[in-house]
């Protein structure tokens, strides 16, 4: 009986030894982002310095604070916002992560408009 819980012991520190990228989304707080276009998404480039995100999508340019509370959860705001609605912050949640992606829901201030999608690290 011994020898059956030693090998069950051992057996769950090996399953639960994983790589360092699953669940850490710590390599997504800087560096350089996708969101690939879909119905809810234009393409848009992400780039991450520090405080700040720099997205581009189209022809235009938005820079926007990042506040991260924990590895799963930040909020971004408009530097220099052009109507009400950017006035809000937007709450991002990651809800899975990957070895090059992320999933995230994204809720714009107070509101009840939620969007799903996927970051990705960019290839370039």
Request: contains cysteine; aromatic residues 14%; hydrophobic residues 35%.
């Amino acid at each position: 009986m011994k020898v059956f819980v030693s090998i069950l012991l051992f057996s769950l520190c090996l399953v639960s030894c994983k790589k360092e990228y699953e669940g850490n989304p710590d390599r997504f707080k800087k560096g350089i982002f996708e969101i690939q276009a879909s119905d809810n998404f234009v393409k848009e480039t992400i780039i991450r310095k520090d405080s700040i995100q720099i997205s581009k999508y189209g022809n235009k340019v938005d820079t926007l604070s990042i506040k991260w509370k924990n590895n799963f959860f930040y909020t971004l705001r408009y530097l220099n916002p052009k109507n009400d609605l950017e006035k809000d912050p937007m709450y991002v949640q990651i809800n899975k992560v990957r070895d090059s992606s992320y999933d995230f829901t994204v809720k714009i201030g107070f509101s009840k408009f939620k969007q799903k999608g996927t970051v990705f690290l960019s290839k370039k």
